[in-house]
């Protein structure tokens, strides 16, 4: 005989409201169903009331984790409308913070999925260390939370030389300390007898049930859009996707965390040839047309649609953002797990319900 | 005529679209999202697909008053953007794998179909 519980909204491991209902028998779960609603704020309708630009700041406030990258993916969207041309610095700026986003994000879900599995100084020291990116990202874009930098045309703020200097500290500083956390993660036994072997999806499956980011590459599927022509500056920067096959939450985990010694290199390579000249080119008109645009988010893959039809307000923004993409694989990763184990499960696609709902 | 549009392949039919998504998953495409637009009274679909990093998109047009089929049958992970639509353009699919039945996001007293 099974049950039906509630899991959610409110619970100790979820930063943000979603309900699942359980279906259990005994403490196997048989089935689930989310359910949303909590946080939707009608983003895509608010765009009515603003001009192009000034939505860039809407975008932004989609996600207070992923903001910077919000607006970059928004503002090429719109540069594509115009056809546009943006200054190499200003595209160079743009992969520096938003690989601050992801480092920052990174480590924020490693501290709560370290929590979540009751290791509470690991979530300590994870979340000690995304201080130093905060930091740093404070200083350069000026706000802790949301990190704005993207304006359709390219930047709103250069970066100085103690900009440059601060970002290559936190390189050099945070390198070791993430070899630190991933011994923990990676080989402790404990960590490992609560994520090995848990909710695996196969690389098909993961595949067909259109998983985005580390969800997907967490079980061998090598797809991350910041190898595609869209954004190919990170080509220049010799980005290599992270991926591990295991598709349970330990692999989800493992590409995570190759992740922030990717963001660290490509930091890092992005200084070392950031060229000189403006930061923004000029603009002029309205939008016309429709575009699509995709970025790699720390969550993964988001997708923008605009659609400009030649007055200063946007004709439609739709945005698909990775969580979005990730929640039907509980459906499918969910069904088989222990009650006590479902927390991990779901904090293994990283649910950022704000951007969901937006 | 709006120019500057996106690359997509126009179908007419329901029939035709749940054909031609069904060969796209047979051919390894991976569901992306949808698009929903006003245009003519109606609704414009834009499906988007992705497969080796590169996009296929469909533009399927819902007359007035037209029930669209799901797709969640094909692609399972297409429940949620279909149920999106269902609160936020006040549109009914047939075949919903989940019907929320216009309450995904929005409450009884909420706005009703806002983007509509």
């Known amino acids: 005989m099974t049950t039906v519980i509630p899991f959610g909204p409110q619970h100790p491991v979820l930063p943000e409201p979603v309900s699942l209902k359980l279906e259990i028998d005994n403490d196997v779960v048989v089935g689930a169903l989310p359910s949303l609603g909590y946080v939707h704020r009608g983003l895509e309708k608010f765009i009515d009331t603003k001009d192009y630009n000034q939505t860039t700041y809407i975008c932004e406030r989609i996600c207070g984790i992923c903001s910077a990258l919000h607006g970059i993916t928004y503002t090429k969207a719109v540069e594509k409308l115009f056809d546009a041309e943006i200054p190499e610095r200003a595209e160079y700026i743009r992969v520096i913070v938003g690989e601050l986003n992801r480092l920052h994000s990174h480590l924020l879900w490693l501290g709560l999925f370290a929590d979540g599995f009751g290791f509470e100084s690991l979530f300590y020291e994870c979340w000690k ?36 200097d601060m970002l290559l500290k936190m390189c050099d500083s945070l390198e070791p300390k993430i070899k630190d956390i991933e011994k923990v993660f990676v080989n402790n036994y404990t960590v490992k007898q609560r994520l090995v072997g848990l909710a695996t999806m196969s690389k098909q499956l993961a595949y067909e049930a259109g998983t985005a ?73 309205f939008p016309t047309g429709e575009a699509i645009m995709r970025t790699e988010q720390p969550r993964g893959e988001v997708v923008y649609y605009v659609k400009g039809n030649g007055t200063k307000n946007l004709e439609r923004l739709k945005v698909r953002t990775p969580t979005f993409a990730n929640i039907p694989s509980l459906l499918l990763m969910l069904p088989g797990v222990r009650l006590a184990d479902v927390p991990i499960v779901v904090l293994t696609i990283d649910p950022c319900i704000s951007c969901t709902e937006r | 005529m709006l120019e500057n549009t996106i690359e997509a392949t126009e179908i007419k039919s329901s029939g035709e679209l749940l054909k ?64 999106e639509y269902q609160d936020l353009f006040g549109l009914t699919f047939e075949g919903l794998a989940i019907d929320y039945k216009g309450h995904l996001y929005l409450t009884p007293n909420s706005p009703k179909a806002p983007l509509a």
């Open chain 1, 129 to 164: 260390y995304r201080e130093e990116v905060l930091d740093v990202a404070e200083r350069i874009t000026g706000n802790r939370v949301i990190h704005s930098i993207s304006k359709v045309g390219g930047v709103s703020r250069d970066l100085t030389k103690e900009n440059i």
């Open chain 1, 213 to 285: 980011g580390p969800t997907l590459r967490g079980s061998g599927n090598a797809i991350d859009v910041r190898e595609t022509a869209d954004w190919d500056i990170y080509k220049d920067l010799g980005f290599k996707t992270a991926v591990a096959k295991e598709g349970d939450c330990y692999g989800r985990t493992k590409v995570r965390i190759d992740e922030l010694y990717e963001s660290i290199k490509l930091i890092r390579n992005a200084i070392s040839k950031l060229p000189n000249g403006d930061i923004a080119t000029p603009i002029k008109g």
């Open chain 2, 20 to 83: 031609t998504i069904e060969g796209l998953k047979s051919d390894g495409y991976r569901y992306s999202t949808m698009i929903c637009l006003k245009a003519n009274e109606g609704h414009d679909f834009i499906y988007v697909f992705e497969k080796d990093n590169k996009l296929k998109n469909l533009r399927y047009f819902v007359k007035p008053g037209e029930k669209p089929k799901s797709v969640s049958g094909i692609y399972l992970c297409a429940l949620l953007i279909e149920n």
